[in-house]
C-alpha cells in the first residue's frame, strides 16, 4: 500500500517549512510556527517570510529555494493565488508532503487554481492535506502544524472536516488527560483521500479509535467497503452532519459536498458495524470509551451510586438503549447486606447513599466481584468523592470487566479526580446519560 | 399566603445552630459549618457539640439550650436517633425553621420516627426541609447550608429532590459565571411542600426561572394547578427521572415516590407550558437560557459561525424542532456581500469562515440588523475568538433581538470569553446541538 508510506513521510516529516510565517500573533503564520516549536518538534524548522530575518527567534528563509537544508514537508499559509508557485518551489526541493492551510479555492468557486495546485503536487509527488483546512497535529513526531497546541498523547486519531469540530475534540481530549494520537483536518480534501487516513491510522499501534468527521462522500460504495475493512482493526465513530434537510442544504453550501440520502448511508453505517454519532458531544463521548475499554461480554450492565437521582437518570437511558440491568441476585445482595451500611439500597442501580465513600465502592465492587451480576459496571460519584480514581483503578483488576464512571456535584474534588480517572484508563463523563450511552456504544463495538 | 412567610424566614434566618457540628474535615457537620462561614453569612453562627470547646473557631455550645442568643434556624446533622430530641430543643428555643440533612427515616423504613420529628416541628411552628438532604443555599442571605460552597449570584432558583442533581446545578453555573438564587434539596420533603417553594420563587424578584427536580408528586391535580399558577409568573423546568419502567422502579425504591404514568404526565406537562428537560445537562440548559432571555417573538433563527461544520450541526437540531432558518433575503445578502470578504458564505446559516475574528461577526450583525431576518441569533465562535464577549454585547442593543452563543474549539480563549459572554447576560453553551436545543426550550415559554 503505496499510499500509507506517502502518509507516513507526511507525518513523520524530519523538517518542516512554514511558508507565509508570521511575526503578528494574530495571523495564522504565526501560531502555526509558534505551535511547532512550542510542541517540542524535534526536527528542523524553517520559517519562510521574504519580509523577516527571524520569527519567534528562528532564522527565516525568503522562499523554499533559499533553506539550507532538505524539506520534508511544507506548510502553507500564504494566499491561495500564490499557493501555486510554492507548491512548485516545494516540488524542486523535494518535498514529500504539503499541509495547504490557506483558503480560497473550490469553497468560493476557485475550482481551477485548486486544480491547478493539486496538479503540481500530483505531478512532484507531493502528498497534500487541505487545502483550506485547519491542519495535522501529529503526536507520536511532536508536529504540531495546526491549532490549538495540543500534547497529551491518546489513543485517538481524529479526522475531520471541520477543523473546529477537530479542534474541540483535541481540546476536550486534553482538558480530560485522555489526549489524541493525531488531529487531521481535511477541509477541501482535495488531496490524500479520507480512506487511506483512515487506513494508515487502522495500523498504527498506537491508535484504539478512528473519529471520523465528514459531510459527505464521494463515493458511497467505496467509502463502505474500506471503512468495513478498517473496522476488522479497530473501530470507527463517525459524525456526519447534514442529517436534515436543511442540514444537508447547509452542508451543500459549506463544502460542496453531496449528501446524499441520509437514510441509506445511515443503514449502510449500521449494517457494517459504523459507530455514527448523533451530535458532535457523542462523538467525543463515544470515541473516549473505545479509545479506553474493550467491548464488555454481554449488555448486563450493574449501576453503584451515591446519588439515587442520578441512577434513575441511568436507569432511564439503558432502558432507552435496552441495556439490562439485572437483579443482582440473592446471594449477591446477602453479601453486600454483611458488608454495607442498613441506609444503602440493595438492588440495581445500587444506592450506596449520599454519605458513600470511596471505600464503600470498594467493599461494594469487591463483595460483588464473586458473582458473575454483570458485563460491565458504571459507577456513579455524584458527590466530591475523594480517592474514587484510586479506589476504581485498584479494584478493576479483581472485578474483572469495564468501569465506566460519572463524576457530578463533586466541586473541586470531581476536577481533581476526572484526568486521574480518565489517565487510569477508566473513562469519566460529567452526566449519567451521556455515560450510559456512550456504554451503548461500545456495545456496537463489532 | 402564611406558608410562604414561614419560608421566608427560614431563607432569612438571622441565625443559625449547626447541631452536630465537626471538627473532622470528612464530616458533613463540619462541611456545612464551615460553608456557612465562608460563604460570609452576615448573622449569628452557633455549632452544637458536647464535646468541643470551639470549632474553626467558633466557640460551641453543648445543646441548643446553652446558645446564648436567639437561633432562628436549626440544621441537624446528628444521627437519625438523636433528632426527635434536638427538634424538641429547637421548638424550646423558638426556632422558626430547621433543615435535616441527617438520613436514615423513611427512606429505609424508618417512618415512624419520621413522622415523630415532623409532629414536634409542626406542633412547635418550625419549617422543615428534608430529612436525608442536602441542605439549603440562599444567596440572598449568603447562607450556605449545604455543600459544595456556591457563591455566584444568579437568577435561577434549584429546588431539587437530589442532593447531587441540585450540587450538580450549582456547580456548572458557578463555573459558568451564571450563578443560582438559591440551590433546595428537598431530599424526602416531609415538611416544606414542593408546591409552596415554587410559590415562593415565583414572588421573589431576584429570580428568572425555577428549575424543579423531583422524582414523583403525591398529587398530580393539584402539582399541576401550583404549577400553572407559578407558570403565570416565572418558566419553570421540570427534570423528572423515571420515564421509563427501569426507572421508575429505580425512583420508587429510591425515595418512596409514585411515579405513576409518564405519559399522562408528561402530556399535563405540555400542556400548561412546564418545560420538561430529557435529561440534567438539558435541565442546566435549558435554566440557564430562561434565566437570561425573554422569549423572542416569533420561530425565526438565524445562525452566523466561523465554523461550516458547526453550522450544518446547529440545522440539523433546528429542524428536528421545528425552528425555521429563513433565508437572508436579497436585500440583506446584498448588504453583506458589500461588507464582508469574498469567502463568506451569505445563507442562513451565514458561514463567515475560519479566519473570522470578533469585528467580522460585528460587521455582518450591523448589517444584518437593518433588515428583519429572524426573530433570535445564534452566534457560533468556532474558533479562538478573541474579543467575542465584548462585541457580542455591544451589538446587541442595535440588533434587538436575543442572542445566544456557541463556543467550541477555542483553546484558552474560549475558557476567558464563555464567563464574559455570560455575565454579560448572554447564554453560551459548549456545542451548537445544546445551543438550539435551548433556543428550542425558550421558545416553548408561556
Redesign the interface.
Known amino acids: 500500500m503505496p499510499n500509507l508510506d506517502t502518509i507516513r513521510s507526511l507525518f513523520y516529516a524530519k523538517s518542516v517549512a512554514v511558508v507565509g510565517a508570521s511575526a503578528n500573533p494574530s495571523k495564522?503564520g504565526y501560531v502555526i510556527l509558534k505551535n511547532i516549536l512550542e510542541g517540542g518538534y524535534a526536527g528542523a524548522v524553517y520559517p519562510i517570510n521574504p519580509g523577516s530575518e527571524s520569527i519567534l527567534g528562528v532564522p527565516c528563509a525568503a522562499s523554499l529555494g533559499d533553506v539550507p537544508g532538505a524539506v520534508d514537508l511544507v506548510v502553507i499559509v500564504v494566499p491561495a493565488r500564490a499557493v501555486p508557485d510554492v507548491m512548485r518551489q516545494a516540488v524542486q526541493k523535494g518535498a514529500k508532503g504539503a499541509i495547504i492551510i490557506s483558503?480560497?479555492f473550490r469553497?468560493?468557486g476557485n475550482a481551477e487554481l485548486e486544480a491547478e495546485v493539486m496538479a503540481i503536487a500530483e505531478a512532484g509527488g507531493i502528498a497534500v492535506i487541505g487545502p483550506?483546512c485547519?491542519g495535522v497535529n501529529y503526536l507520536p513526531n511532536k508536529l504540531c502544524a495546526s491549532?490549538?497546541l495540543i500534547e497529551t498523547r491518546g489513543a485517538m486519531a481524529v479526522v475531520?472536516?471541520?477543523?473546529?469540530?477537530?479542534?474541540?475534540m483535541g481540546?476536550w481530549a486534553a482538558e480530560d488527560g485522555l489526549g489524541v494520537t493525531a488531529t487531521v483536518a481535511l477541509g477541501n480534501n482535495s488531496g490524500v483521500p479520507v480512506i487511506d487516513l483512515m487506513q494508515f491510522f487502522a495500523q498504527e499501534d498506537d491508535v484504539r479509535v478512528i473519529a471520523l468527521?465528514i459531510?459527505g462522500v464521494r463515493d458511497g460504495r467505496q467509502f463502505m467497503e474500506a471503512a468495513r475493512a478498517v473496522l476488522q482493526k479497530k473501530p470507527l465513530v463517525l459524525l456526519k452532519?447534514?442529517?436534515?434537510?436543511?442540514?444537508a442544504?447547509?452542508?451543500q453550501?459549506?463544502?460542496k459536498s453531496i449528501a446524499g440520502s441520509d437514510a441509506v448511508f445511515d443503514a449502510a453505517c449500521r449494517q457494517i458495524g459504523l459507530i455514527r454519532a448523533e451530535?458532535?458531544?457523542e462523538f467525543y463521548d463515544y470515541s473516549k470509551i473505545l479509545s479506553l475499554l474493550p467491548k464488555p461480554a454481554g449488555r448486563r450492565l450493574a449501576i453503584l451510586t451515591?446519588?439515587?437521582?442520578?441512577?434513575?437518570?441511568a436507569?432511564?437511558?439503558?432502558?432507552?438503549l435496552g441495556i439490562a440491568?439485572p437483579p443482582l441476585g440473592e446471594e449477591a445482595v446477602q453479601a453486600l447486606r454483611e458488608k454495607l451500611p442498613?441506609?444503602c439500597?440493595l438492588?440495581n442501580?445500587l444506592?450506596l447513599?449520599?454519605?458513600a465513600t470511596a471505600d464503600r465502592y470498594r467493599v461494594a465492587l469487591e463483595a460483588l466481584s464473586a458473582y458473575d451480576v454483570a458485563d460491565c459496571f458504571l459507577l456513579i460519584f455524584?458527590?466530591?468523592i475523594a480517592g474514587a480514581a484510586e479506589m476504581a483503578d485498584a479494584v478493576r483488576q479483581k472485578l474483572g470487566k469495564p468501569i465506566v464512571v460519572a463524576f457530578?456535584?463533586?466541586?473541586?474534588v470531581?476536577k481533581q479526580e476526572v484526568p486521574l480517572l480518565i489517565r487510569a484508563g477508566i473513562p469519566a463523563y460529567?452526566?449519567?446519560?451521556?455515560a450510559v450511552r456512550a456504554i451503548g456504544a461500545l456495545l456496537r463495538k463489532s
Chains 1, 2 share one sequence.
Not at 160 to 168: K, L
Not at 306 to 313: D, Q, R, V, W, Y
Open positions: 495564522t483558503g480560497g469553497e468560493i483550506n485547519q491549532w490549538p475531520s472536516q471541520s477543523g473546529t469540530i477537530g479542534a474541540a481540546g468527521n459531510e452532519p447534514g442529517r436534515t434537510a436543511k442540514g442544504e447547509a452542508a453550501s459549506h463544502t451530535g458532535i458531544a451515591s446519588s439515587g437521582g442520578s441512577g434513575i437518570l436507569a432511564d437511558v439503558a432502558e432507552d440491568l442498613p441506609q439500597v438492588a442501580p444506592d447513599t449520599g454519605d455524584g458527590d466530591p457530578l456535584g463533586g466541586g473541586e470531581e460529567p452526566t449519567p446519560e451521556r
